[in-house]
């Protein structure tokens, strides 16, 4: 049974920093693709970061401040969250593409865990 655990996360104020880190659990597959995305609330979740393939891809809104991080040993990624801002306030899930042996690569999510930048 695969798991993603999420930790990090809480209350920051304008222009502080967070760390998130999220570990899959379990054995046997490979990983496609692995980041973040987040979920306002009253609005769709979305993607906040992507890493596959040796290359990493950001949502418009968090270039120059977020930078994620794979650790391919521990199976687990990170989010570095610089210079919040208030729109930043969201759900964050962890994210993961993976694949088994003779299937195809499958989504997986982290439970989520809560980000809020407020002064």
């Known amino acids: 049974q695969v798991q993603l655990v999420e930790s990090g996360g809480g209350l920051v104020q304008p222009g502080g920093s967070l760390r998130l880190s999220c570990a899959a659990s379990g054995s046997g597959f490979s990983i496609n693709a692995m980041g973040w995305y987040r979920q306002a609330p009253g609005k769709q979740r979305e993607l906040v970061g992507i890493?596959?393939?040796?290359?990493?891809n950001y949502a418009d809104s968090v270039k120059g401040r977020f930078t994620i991080s794979r650790d391919n040993f521990r199976n687990a990624v990170d989010l570095q969250m610089n210079s919040l801002k208030d729109e930043d306030t969201g759900v964050y899930y962890c994210?993961?593409?993976?694949?088994?042996?003779?299937?195809?690569?499958?989504?997986?999510w982290g439970q989520g865990t809560q980000v809020t930048v407020s002064s």
């Open positions: 994210y993961a593409l993976l694949k088994f042996y003779l299937s195809v690569p499958r989504p997986y």
């Open positions: 890493s596959a393939g040796g290359v990493t």
